[in-house]
């Protein structure tokens, strides 16, 4: 049972590193590296690849994104164009293929941003309020390591981060 | 000789960016308030002149039969061809990881943003009728007639605002770890604006995973829109059958003009924002060297395809338009043509000199001299093909009214407006990317040196 919550905010990301690679190691009995969240203040490749595969399904959203744009931009255009059938086209195509393809393209990306970008806001999961373990200090300089454990497996994950240098340990209760 | 310097100081600490950046967001000092004011008054001229015209019609504009588009066309060209170098320009070096558009590229966007605010308002105030400019949206009319979608005006209106749309959304996202600092170090109002827009970013890594995938894709997306967006303006020319506009290599003519003159507005902004934030850490001459020599390549571009349109037009058949390209030359409008030829062609080899790269001031005095090139450049599409056509009745000389000009000169006032407050409420350096700027050189240095260390012959053996 998962009740505790704990922040150890480290100096670099070399002492985070050291911290994550022990815990993936189960070094502490019962946490697992699913149980950790990483904050920093940069974007980090690397170091996010000791916390194991995660994956992100956002390219997903922008394919359907794009698709949309493809299909109904086509269909929009196709359909309003349709409507001049009753009048007389004097020979040119009622539903004319180039410029439909200018205009199909520019949907193509308007959707496909668009879709990017509610995908972004919807996988990130922005708009959460901020739990109290949040630290200001992590949008300066610092690296946080936040772990959901059970109680009892408190002071040895303190004692793990003791050991890389931890500058600051905040826990708290989310029963 | 000179020696080459680092981007930026690797050693530089992460808190210090912090206090840096932040640092300009505080209140401003009197020349920012001088500034605004310019600006203000500028757009004030702009709003008399339009409260004018949209009283008596366009009359004292000027613009008649065969000038039918005119200063405000030009200057719409000229500010979507602005536009493009924020918007594309950090696309492109974002994904081919060139870091040195870091410390640069923020404002560099908004510019793009509020180029193509400015440029949006044109063809509103061109048509005259302001009121009816709802025609031109893509939706079915009373009597069931919808806008002709064979035009490349509707293209136009699909294109710009695809990219003003996508542009906002690339500045905003590349935004979002930012107002989470500045959430973290405000207070007042600014909290609360910050914490608003901020949409709870924390920075962790399922957050950081997502940005990183949404942002190259983004940057994926605008690389060719932007690219298409000139196009369909070129188009809105080149598929007439005016001489002088119906060239096969107008869009990528238009393509390169503007990011000419967008490097160039790059430059001069680069220049102003180093001086008043006293950005010297950041905004460094060897950035500011990379940035000119990427505005010589394109200047070069453009100069090659300028070359290319006067070549084939003399050596082709087509009568009309190789009396226009004399015209030109020589005609009223010869002091325009051979000003921008020489602010856009000759001046750009400034730029190839180091000792030039390097001086912040003659950097700034440049790019005032492209941007008038490109000006120029704009003005010379539009007003000698109509005033030079097919039919040599119509020829007739026509030069812009105070009514245009006061407009003209006042979206360079509104675009000041923009740009000066957006400096002043969001950063204009990206704090986290500059970070991570420093982070990745500092460990290349460190990893060159262990490598060096492990490499270094024994001397001592060997003696």
Known sequence: MKNYRILGLFNNFEEAFSALHDIRA???????IDDVTLNSPIEHPEIEEVLGDRPCHLPKFTLAGAMFGLVFGFLFL???????????????????????FVLVYEMIIFFGVWATFFAFLFLSRLFRKRHNL?????????IGVIVELDKSKLDSLKDLFKQHKVLEIREEDIR | MIVSEKDINEQIKWAQINTDVLRSL??????????LFICFAMFSCAVVAEVYQYQVGLGPTNLNNPHMWDMYIATFVFWIGMSHSGTLLSAILHIIHADWRKPIYRFAEAMTTFSLLTAG??????????????????YVSDRGHWPNFRSPLAWDAFAISTYLSASMLFLFIGMIPDLAICRDNTTGWRKKLYTAISLGWTGNDRQWR?????????????IPLAVSVHSIVSSDFAVSIMPGWHITSFPPYFVAGALYSGCAAIITLFVLLRYFFR??????????????????????????LNLIEFGATWYGHNMYDKELLIAKATGPYAWVFWTMIFCGMVVPFALAVQKFRRHMPTMFVVSLFLNLSMYFERWMIVAPTLSMSHQSHQWDVMWPSIVQWAIVF???????????????????????????????????????????????PNLEGAS
């Open chain 1, 26 to 32: 189960s070094k502490v009995p019962g946490v697992t």
């Open chain 1, 78 to 100: 196709a359909s309003a164009q349709a409507t001049f059938l009753v009048q007389p086209q004097g020979g040119k195509p009622v539903i004319p293929l180039p410029s439909n």
């Open chain 1, 134 to 142: 949040y630290s200001e200090k992590v949008s300066l300089d610092q």
């Open chain 2, 26 to 35: 505080e209140n401003p000092r009197k020349a920012y308030w001088v500034a």
């Open chain 2, 121 to 138: 308002f044109f063809p509103m105030i061109h048509l005259g009728r302001v009121w009816n400019l709802y025609w031109v949206l893509p």
């Open chain 2, 210 to 222: 997502t940005f990183r995938k949404t942002y190259l894709l983004m940057a994926c997306f605008l």
């Open chain 2, 279 to 304: 950005f010297e850490e950041y905004m460094t001459t060897a950035i500011m060297e990379k940035t000119a020599k990427l505005t010589f390549a394109i200047a070069m571009v453009w100069t090659y």
């Open chain 2, 410 to 456: 006042g979206s360079f006032g509104w675009f000041g407006i923009l740009f000066l407050i957006f400096v002043k409420v969001f950063p204009s350096i990206s704090m986290y990317e500059v970070k991570e700027m420093v982070y990745h050189r500092k460990r290349e240095a460190e990893l060159e040196g262990a490598s060096a260390a492990t490499n270094k």
